[in-house]
């Protein structure tokens, strides 16, 4: 099994920062890549942006210049450092990893359970 634990979501003022943190756990073999979602009620669940192994990122046009992701490979930890917020970025933000699974011979899509982030104007 493989779990997806996220934190540091919360209620921020527009402008402000946020960093929300996910850490990957369970029979892990490998991870080759990791990303951050968001969704708000009523709308699919978009890309925030990700990291692949060997260290390229990208990232949603709506967030470019504003968020940072990053990862510790070695903790199986991502990071999304999220700066200038908008009340557009509110949303509940999902953690993802595709996982090779010691218990598994294929590549896996794992979820967190979301952490809420509110900005207020």
């Known amino acids: 099994q493989v779990q997806l634990v996220e934190s540091g979501g919360g209620l921020v003022q527009d402008g402000g920062s946020l960093r929300l943190s996910c850490a990957a756990s369970?029979?892990?073999?490998?991870?080759?890549?990791m990303a951050w979602y968001r969704q708000v009620p009523g709308k699919q669940r978009e890309l925030v942006g990700m990291t692949i192994s060997g260290g390229s990122t990208n990232y949603a046009d709506s967030v470019k210049g504003r968020f940072t992701i990053s990862r510790d490979n070695a903790k199986n930890m991502v990071y999304l450092q999220m700066n200038s917020l908008k009340s557009e970025d509110t949303a509940v933000y999902y953690c993802a990893a595709r996982v090779l699974a010691l218990t598994t011979s294929s590549w896996n899509l794992y979820w967190g359970q979301g952490t809420q982030v509110t900005v207020s104007s």
């Open positions: 369970g029979s892990i073999h490998s991870i080759n890549a």
